[in-house]
């Protein structure tokens, strides 16, 4: 695959390039866990991309919490323990902070010049995320300006691939549309991203374990990746289930049921043979429930031993890496380096076809 760059006739091979993230406003839990973190390590290991560039996103996450600093900072730190923990390996996927990347800033406001106000209005990504927040009319300028943002991140990288759930189509749909009004204005420079989904649909829905629409921080509703065997436990024994499935011999509902859904997420069929033996899959499970005859008490217990099994070894790591905090920073504080290089051959490459390298050669 070839791309024209500038409007010169010369040519260059198109990387397979990841751009993904998050943004540091808390520990990250299960629904991170299946939504993004358990793909990042597979594509990481796969051999099929040429450079995977993880970023935490701390300027992102104070145009919402600008008043609380600290609690981004703290957070920074949490957030390359959790992804050090589920396998991502510093060798194979550069990992950087947000905000030492000072070229993202220049490329998101040479782009704000591409999209309207209408426009960013009307992308639905960002009316949830104001509606959630209880913006309304006090929306700060930044929040707004995210998929201005966020088109600057992936751009800044050359990213080629973006893995994103259903929610954030949106948001990757608008970093097209400025990728392509740069390149009509001034010749093929940015690379159009593609959009990775979940290959399963329950792992772009999880639900809060009060069965919450999502999985939430600010909702208390959240199993995380750190947190204890016991924690676990009480979690997933307290969780909503079907309210109409009082007795063990009444009628089901396994769809909108998320002990169901977290199984539809976790489930092997290997957990069966481990810890249900009687059931052959989910399947057999889901219709045994539905019919009626099948307890809430079961269900979670098998749940809460396949959880168990998954996230032992992840908080075990964790908790190996939490002794070596320095070695974090500097993993994070090389990952810059080299993510700093990159955005900045983006950035003189974008400031050439604009006609604005006034000094250069």
């Not at 024209?4 to 299960?30: E, F, Q, Y």
């Not at 597979?42 to 600093?69: C, H, R, W």
């Not at 923990?85 to 905000?99: A, E, N, R």
């Amino acid at each position: 695959m070839m791309i024209k760059n500038d409007k010169n006739t010369a040519n260059k091979t198109v990387k397979n390039i990841i751009l993904t993230g998050d943004r540091p406003t808390g520990r990250l839990h299960i629904g991170h866990y299946v939504g993004s973190l358990r793909r990042r390590v597979e594509l990481q290991n796969s051999g099929k991309f040429d450079e995977i560039y993880v970023m935490i996103a701390d300027a992102q996450a104070l145009t919402d919490n600008a008043e609380n600093p600290d609690k981004i900072r703290h957070n920074v730190a949490e957030v390359a323990l959790d992804y050090l923990s589920c396998g991502l390996d510093p060798k194979k996927t550069t990992l950087f902070i947000q905000s030492q990347i000072s070229e993202l800033t220049e490329l998101a406001f040479y782009y704000m010049n591409l999209v309207t106000v209408a426009r960013l209005k009307r992308n639905p990504t960002v009316k949830s995320e104001i509606q959630a927040r209880n913006f309304e009319a006090s929306i700060p300028v930044g929040f707004f300006t995210y998929p201005i943002s966020q088109t600057a991140d992936i751009t800044a990288f050359n990213a080629t691939v973006v893995p994103v759930g259903e929610d954030q189509l949106p948001m990757l749909e608008q970093a097209r549309e400025i990728v392509r009004s740069f390149n009509t204005l001034y010749g093929e420079t940015l690379t159009e991203p593609k959009e990775l989904l979940p290959d399963n649909s329950a792992c772009g829905r999880l639900p809060g374990t009060d069965g919450k629409t999502k999985m939430s921080k600010s909702l208390g509703n959240c199993i995380y990746l750190a947190d204890s065997a016991d924690e676990i436990k009480q979690k997933v024994m307290n969780m909503y289930t079907d309210p109409n499935h009082i007795r063990v011999e009444d009628k089901g509902d396994t769809k909108d049921n998320p002990v169901f859904i977290y199984l539809e997420a976790f489930s092997e069929e290997s957990h069966f043979k481990k810890y249900l033996p009687e059931y052959e899959n989910l399947r057999a499970l889901k219709k045994h429930y539905e019919r009626g005859g099948l307890g809430d008490v079961k269900v979670k217990r098998f749940l809460n031993a396949i959880l168990q099994e998954t996230l032992e070894p992840i908080r075990r790591r964790r908790e190996e890496w939490a002794g070596r905090i320095p070695e974090v920073y500097d993993i994070l504080k090389e990952g810059g380096k080299k993510a700093k290089a990159t955005a900045s051959e983006t950035l003189k490459n974008v400031k050439r076809a604009m006609r604005i390298d006034y000094f250069g050669e």
